[in-house]
């Protein structure tokens, strides 16, 4: 089975690891061994005085993930800003094949394997060389764009599909989160399928997380509800039979 799907976001903080959570969770409660990876994490956070990525340490937890962080996570710096300046204030060099090689040895292991990007699919990774939608084609993997759905979305989301579509990469369909239920926002959903085309795999809720207190339940029955399992195993299986190696 092969077997992966690249979460891209249309901006930071538009839910891609809530997301990428949720469809490990989904997964793994069908029993499939999923596991994620985040290539580069910037804005990492000090636990056991150590620095991890916050973004693996929601996934685990939602998805009860026993793996240790650097098996899904190659590159973990402090700045939350942009990766490339984060590497930068470091003095660690991104290397593109540590990423390539990690995610093949993960994809041999494991039935799915589910990437986060940065930001959005512009975000540079080496300065002035090397960008997440760079690491995207190098991966040879399809994506899934997750958006929010407010005013100014539009514009974000179609311009992201049209830049990835410009590259030849293949996009099995959008992710809508933080939905509120609002007329303007069911109306940028039809505007934005209308223009696309692309499938609409989810719309997520937006739900009250304040803080701590139940957070973990709360958005797991929002993924029991909205994430099923026949629209994931679409978006993860290569329709194609392909594999990594071609
Ligand atoms: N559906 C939702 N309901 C409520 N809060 C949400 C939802 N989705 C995401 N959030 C919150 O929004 C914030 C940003 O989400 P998230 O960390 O998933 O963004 P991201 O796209 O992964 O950002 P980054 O580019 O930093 O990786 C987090 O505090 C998260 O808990
Ligand atoms: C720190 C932040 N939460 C992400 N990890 C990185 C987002 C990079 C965005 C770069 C940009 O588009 O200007
Ligand atoms: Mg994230």
Redesign the pocket.
């Known amino acids: 089975m092969n077997k992966g799907v690249f979460v891209l976001g249309t901006d930071?903080?538009v839910g891609k690891t809530f997301v990428t959570a949720g469809i490990n969770y989904i997964l793994r409660k069908n029993n499939f061994n999923a596991i994620s990876l985040k290539p580069v994490?910037?804005?990492g956070i000090v636990k056991d005085n150590k620095l991890i990525s916050g973004d693996i340490e929601f996934i685990k937890k939602i998805a009860e993930v026993k793996e240790d962080y650097e098996i899904m996570n190659c590159y973990c710096f402090k700045e939350?800003?942009?990766?490339h300046l984060a590497s930068e204030i470091e003095n660690v060099c991104i290397d593109k094949n540590r990423i390539i090689n990690h995610y093949k040895k993960l994809y041999e292991k494991y039935d799915f394997c589910i990437v986060e990007g940065?930001?959005?699919s512009i975000?540079p990774l080496i300065r002035d060389e090397y960008y997440i939608y760079d690491l995207v084609k190098d991966l040879n993997i399809p994506v899934v764009i997750v958006t929010t759905i407010g005013v100014g979305t539009i514009n974000q989301t179609v311009l992201t599909v049209s830049f990835l579509k410009s590259l030849g990469i293949q996009i099995r369909g959008l992710i809508i989160n933080k939905y509120t239920g609002t007329y303007y926002e069911d109306d940028n959903i039809e505007v934005i399928k209308s223009i696309t085309g692309l499938d609409i795999i989810a719309v997520i809720n937006k739900l009250d997380l304040d803080g701590k207190e139940g957070f973990i339940s709360k958005a797991r029955k929002e993924f029991d509800k909205n994430l099923h399992i026949d629209k994931l195993l679409n978006l993860v299986i290569r329709k194609d039979g392909g594999d990594y190696s071609e």
Do not use: E, H, Y
Not at 80 to 83: L, T
């Open positions: 930071t903080d994490q910037s804005g939350a800003v942009s990766p940065a930001g959005g975000v």
